[in-house]
C-alpha cells in the first residue's frame, strides 16, 4: 500500500484503499476534496481500482468537482469540471468546491453563497447552472451530509444552525486530524480499528 504514495500524484489505489477501510470501520460517509477529472497518470488499471471502491459504496463517497473560468472569444466564462465520468457511473457523488472570498481573502461562507453570487451576477451562469442536473449545483458539504444520510433525519436542534457562515461547533479536538498513511499502514491501521478511529464518523481526505 505504501507504494501507492511513493511518487506525487499519489495513485487513486491509494484512495481507494482508504475508502474501503474507513467504511469497513463504519465511517458514514467520505469526502474526497480531490478534483479527479483526468485520468490517472499511472494508468487505466489505478482509476479501476478507485472505480470499484466507489461501487461497493454508491452514494457514499463524495467527489470535489468545481466551477472554473474558460478563457474563450467571447470572454471569460465558467466551465464545470467534475470527476471522470468513470467515478460517477460507479456511485460517486460530485461536490462544488468553489467558496467566496471575503475581503480580508479569507472563507467565511459556505460554497452555496458562492452559487447565489454567481446566478444573481450574470444571467447567462444563471441558465447554466439551470440547465445542470442537480447533483452538479450541490456543495461538496451538502453532498457529504447527504452521503452519510444525516439530512433527513437532521434533528430539529440542526435546523436552527443553519445559515450562510461557517462557524465550528464543538471543544477542541472535536475534528479530528489522523495522517493519511497511517490509514494504509497495517501496523497503524490496527491501532485505528481498536480505537474505533473511524466509526460513525465523516471522514474528509
Do not use: C
Not at 472570498?101 to 479569507?106: G, L
Not at 436552527?160 to 497503524?188: A, C, H, M
Not at 491501532?191 to 460513525?200: G, I, P, Y
Amino acid at each position: 500500500a505504501f507504494a501507492s504514495i511513493q511518487q506525487w500524484p499519489w495513485q487513486r489505489q491509494a484512495y481507494a484503499i482508504a475508502i474501503d477501510r474507513v467504511m469497513e470501520a463504519g465511517a458514514k460517509a467520505v469526502a474526497v476534496d480531490l478534483i479527479l477529472d483526468r485520468p490517472s497518470v499511472w494508468g487505466p488499471d489505478d482509476d479501476d481500482f478507485l472505480q470499484y471502491a466507489l461501487e461497493r459504496y454508491p452514494g457514499r463517497i463524495v467527489l470535489a468537482s468545481s466551477f472554473d473560468d474558460s478563457a474563450n472569444d467571447s470572454g471569460l466564462t465558467l466551465q464545470l469540471v467534475t470527476p471522470r465520468p468513470q467515478f460517477l457511473q460507479a456511485g460517486g457523488t460530485p461536490g462544488i468546491i468553489n467558496y467566496p472570498f471575503e475581503s480580508n481573502e479569507r472563507i467565511h461562507r459556505f460554497a452555496q453563497v458562492w452559487l447565489q453570487r454567481q446566478a444573481e451576477q450574470d444571467g447567462v451562469v444563471q441558465s447554466f447552472f439551470n440547465s445542470l442536473p442537480d447533483s452538479f449545483t450541490q456543495t461538496f458539504v451538502e453532498q457529504a451530509i447527504t452521503a452519510a444520510q444525516l439530512g433527513p433525519e437532521a434533528p430539529e436542534d440542526l435546523e436552527s444552525l443553519r445559515g450562510d457562515q461557517i462557524f465550528f461547533y464543538g471543544p477542541k479536538g472535536t475534528f479530528q486530524y489522523e495522517s493519511f498513511w497511517t490509514v494504509l499502514d497495517p501496523q497503524n491501521w490496527q491501532v485505528h480499528l481498536r480505537q474505533n478511529t473511524f466509526r460513525d464518523k465523516i471522514v474528509l481526505i
